[in-house]
């Protein structure tokens, strides 16, 4: 893999990894909901 073919897969997965947090963020605050509304 040359660094030209690296730069071009780094920029294709910058612009994913912000939904990727989004998506993760949301499992993760739905854990926690579910959660606290067991404990609850």
Same mark, same amino acid.
């Given at each position: %893999? $040359?660094?030209? &073919?690296?730069? #071009? &897969?780094? #920029?294709?997965?910058?612009? $994913? +990894?912000? @939904?990727?947090? /989004?998506?993760?963020?949301? /499992?993760?605050?739905?854990?926690?909901? @579910?959660? %606290? +509304? /067991? /404990?609850?």
């Amino acid at each position: %893999m $040359t660094r030209d &073919e690296l730069n #071009r &897969e780094l #920029r294709m997965h910058s612009a $994913t +990894w912000q @939904s990727v947090a /989004i998506v993760y963020g949301l /499992i993760v605050a739905s854990m926690v909901g @579910s959660a %606290m +509304w /067991i /404990i609850g």
